[in-house]
């Protein structure tokens, strides 16, 4: 599990420092990502939690120098294994894609080519990095598809997408991104277009192909189930800045950041009492157009009055070490954000103790 | 799956059996209705009342309508014999489309003849059209916005909206009788005389390109913009395919499906000739012949050669629909 300082310090196998993404838009620049910095080792999961419009999607299509570079200014560093991706020429970062990094989406359907097979495209992403005859790529893609679990995958290889079912697509898209092994896969909301049952299936996949492969995976959701079953470390991102960033437990039970409960309160719990009601954090997140200057989330905040003075509408906070372990963007005084925290995660669990005091 | 393919096809072409049948029907009342008196054309200048009235009775001009359909029909399988009763009876072989007493040949002969001229003027221009147009179309997509982007649409747009007898009389004024850049258009066979052929051809070709090269260049781009936005695009940009192989095998494939249409439709009405190009540069394809027989109201070759062009668009339609399941699997019957 990762400790608090060690959240800052480098030499982990991705690090993602600093780095701002904004696009130039018809209606002005859109300022997506906003100074991230995160990292990730081998064999552990990192999710990137948020809204939609976070720019947790963004974040990963810099990673993947996926961008269009004519209407894109990405700066900050991206160390991949000591090199910085964004420094580096766009074809070999095209290298990297897909043998050393690799990617799956959100919709299967839409993300696979309606008009190939699946063996076609397996294929293709496997002859592109390495040399081996067309015979030896099915054949590994064979083994693949059944590592993945698909059923009788010398006959399913020959399917179009269309033919397949969610899962098995998914399992495809899986099958592809890690067919040549990567060292790092991101997986932008992997579960979200499927059936519950079918998503619980993925995710063990993901966990015994992650330990199979020893791979690095950035997970993106907004799914917090997601996160607390397959995550190490959590980063929370709003309005394009990481606003809490710690190992899963600390996140879920100690959050200090008042987003991070905003996102706790706002999910339906069987364990919890039926009248205890879902508490949505009001108001709508920001435009990236147009940021609030100060904190993002200050316009939402419930606590910001408990911060002395004009600050959260005024000031950037930075995102600082806690006493609790993780970092936490946040002009609420360390205590205060802890006892915030104690008390609302107290009325949640529907405890009358912690939720009578306040 | 490929028994339902083939279902699928003979179905087709039943109905396109039908259609003809239809369309066959409708054009001989069209024209019949039409002024102008048939009889009137068999006759030459020494012409009396009577003699066209004794024509009309002999070519059986005088039955009703649909009595003369019902031969026209008949004629078309088992051929048919004008005047059996006169001294010189014309014969008229199947398929038998008509027979011109204007020209003094069967319709299928004329047609026939003039056919290998609109078949290569259209095959030229088609390959230019196809080759600059989706071409252009990539290039500006991938530009989009550009100064090469919007230089090349702009032009496309003039190509666009110059009529082509305008971009014709043009190229045939300044190239050919200004600047003798080219000899006078006089068509022969290639088998006959290539460069001759080629000197011919080469000024109808582009001519007729350059208006659906315009055509291509916007649908083309349009598409590739549409796909190129497309999640599976993405996908293989992931799989760190090279960005030519991304668009060509991958982009360009999944927006080629409307190209196919358009290319299959326009490719078949030219085919059933290219009217003002082909009396621009004095080419003897259908074109002229269906301008040459409606300035004479020579009725059975308006008629032949609206079936015979009915025929390539449908056939084409069936041809584009087969193609469809070729490039998307999705709507292959399964």
């Known amino acids: 599990m990762t400790q608090g300082n060690d959240l800052t310090s480098s030499g982990r196998f991705l690090e993602v420092d600093d780095l701002h993404v904004s696009f130039s838009t018809e209606d002005g620049i859109v300022q997506a990502v906003d100074g991230i910095t995160f990292g990730v080792e081998r064999g552990k999961t990192l999710a990137i939690v948020g809204e939609s419009g976070s720019g947790k999607s963004v974040t990963s299509l810099a990673i993947m120098g996926l961008f269009d570079k004519r209407r894109t200014t990405v700066s900050g560093r991206v160390m991949f294994e000591g090199d910085d991706l964004l420094k580096l020429d766009a074809d070999d970062v095209r290298k990297l894609r897909g043998s050393r990094m690799a990617m799956i989406y959100q919709d299967p359907l839409s993300s696979l080519h309606p008009f190939y097979t699946i063996a076609k495209q397996l294929v293709e992403a496997v002859r592109v990095h390495q040399k081996v005859s067309k015979a030896e790529a099915r054949d590994q893609c064979i083994a693949m598809l059944h590592k993945v679990g698909i059923p009788s995958p010398e006959k399913r290889i020959d399917s179009y997408p269309h033919e397949l079912s969610g899962g098995m697509r998914q399992r495809v898209m899986i099958a592809m991104a890690l067919i040549n092994s990567p060292d790092l896969l991101i997986a932008d909301e992997p579960t979200t277009a499927l059936d519950v049952t079918v998503q619980a299936q993925i995710l063990d996949l993901l966990r015994s192909l992650q330990q199979e492969f020893n791979t690095a995976i950035i997970m993106i959701t907004h799914d917090l189930g997601v996160v607390a079953d397959v995550a190490d470390d959590v980063a929370v991102m709003y309005g394009g800045r ?13 959050p200090e950041m008042p987003y991070t409960l905003g996102l706790l309160a706002s999910v339906p719990r069987m364990d919890r009492v039926r009248t205890s009601r879902l508490d949505p954090i009001p108001g709508a997140p920001p435009s990236a157009l147009k940021l609030p200057k100060g904190c993002v989330f200050a316009p939402r905040c419930s606590y910001k009055s408990q911060v002395p003075g004009d600050v959260c509408a005024t000031d950037r906070p930075e995102l600082l070490p806690a006493p609790s372990g993780q970092l936490v963007r946040c002009h ?18 529907g405890d009358s103790t912690a939720g009578g005091a306040a | 799956m490929s028994t339902s393919v083939s279902v699928y096809v003979l179905r087709r072409v039943l109905s396109m059996l039908l259609m003809l049948l239809l369309l066959s029907l409708i054009v001989f009342l069209l024209f019949n209705v039409l002024p102008g008196d048939p009889a009137r054309l068999t006759c030459g200048k020494a012409c009396t009342p009577e003699i066209i009235e004794a024509n009309r009775h002999r070519l059986g001009l005088d039955m009703p309508v649909i009595a003369q359909y019902w031969e026209f029909l008949k004629g078309l399988f088992v051929g048919r014999t004008y005047a059996a009763n006169s001294p010189d009876p014309v014969q008229c072989s199947a398929p038998c489309l008509g027979y011109s007493f204007k020209r003094h040949a069967e319709v299928s002969q004329l047609i026939k003849d003039g056919l290998p001229c609109t078949m290569w003027l259209a095959l030229g221009s088609f390959i230019i059209w196809m080759v600059v147009g989706i071409g252009l179309g990539v290039y500006t997509a991938l530009r989009r916005g550009r100064w090469q982007d919007k230089s090349v649409l702009g032009v496309a747009l003039i190509g666009y909206s110059l009529p082509s007898f305008f971009i014709g009389i043009l190229a045939m004024f300044f190239i050919v009788i200004k600047w003798h850049l080219l000899p006078y258009p006089r068509y022969v066979p290639p088998t006959e005389d290539l460069s001759k052929f080629l000197q011919t051809m080469i000024l109808p070709w582009i001519v007729l390109a350059i208006l659906y090269a315009a055509f291509y260049i916007r649908l083309t781009r349009s598409q590739m913009l549409e796909t190129l936005n497309e999640d599976y695009i993405r996908t293989a940009r992931s799989k760190g395919l090279p960005d030519r192989t991304v668009i060509r095998k991958h982009a360009l494939r999944a927006g080629l499906t409307p190209i196919v249409t358009s290319a299959g439709l326009d490719l078949a009405g030219l085919l059933g000739g290219a009217v003002f190009i082909e009396a621009i540069f004095s080419l003897p394809g259908i074109g002229s012949l269906a301008l040459g027989s409606v ?31 070729v490039i998307d699997p999705r709507v292959r019957p399964s």
């Open chain 1, 242 to 254: 990481v606003v809490e960033y710690g190992d899963v437990n600390s996140i879920f039970r100690r």
């Open chain 1, 332 to 349: 609420l005084p360390g205590p205060t954000r802890v006892e915030i925290s104690r008390v609302k995660l107290g009325e949640l669990a």
């Open chain 2, 295 to 325: 300035t004479d109201s020579d009725l059975p070759v308006i008629v032949g050669v609206t079936l015979v062009a009915a025929v390539f668009v449908i056939v084409a339609n069936l041809v584009v629909d087969v193609l469809y399941a």
